[in-house]
């Protein structure tokens, strides 16, 4: 069965940097592209990044965290990483780690999910 277990979330303030790990088992890891969404109260889960399979040599961002967050996975230990700097207010949201197939922002093609961590950024 897969599981995905995130970690690294907490408060912060804007300005700060921040990195989310997710932890993966019970799948082929090689196999999955890795994103990461996340979703503030009241909106809907949106895309953050992703980083494709096997050798994780493309990675993909949503407009607004672009040059902030960085994405990387390490195949060895079945994880990926999302580095983030220069938090924002608005990045305040419950942050997923997912395992998907396919269109790598497209969050439809995203088989297997974490149960999140909040991040929390104050101005």
């Known amino acids: 069965q897969a599981q995905l277990v995130e970690s690294g979330g907490g408060s912060v303030q804007a300005g700060d940097s921040l990195t989310l790990s997710c932890a993966a088992s019970?799948?082929?890891?090689?196999?999955?592209?890795m994103g990461w969404f996340r979703q503030a109260p009241g909106k809907e889960r949106e895309f953050v990044a992703a980083?494709?399979?096997?050798?994780?040599?493309?990675?993909w961002y949503r407009d607004s965290v672009k040059g902030r967050a960085t994405i990387s996975r390490d195949n060895a230990k079945n994880t990926v990483v999302l580095q983030m700097t220069n938090l924002k207010p608005e990045d305040t949201a419950a942050y997923y780690c997912?395992?998907?197939?396919?269109?790598?922002?497209?969050?439809?093609?995203?088989?297997?999910w974490g149960q999140g961590t909040q991040v929390t950024v104050s101005s």
């Open positions: 997912a395992a998907g197939i396919g269109r790598a922002q497209e969050r439809a093609d995203y088989l297997h």
């Open positions: 980083v494709s399979n096997w050798s994780g040599t493309r990675s």
């Open positions: 019970g799948l082929n890891f090689n196999l999955f592209n």
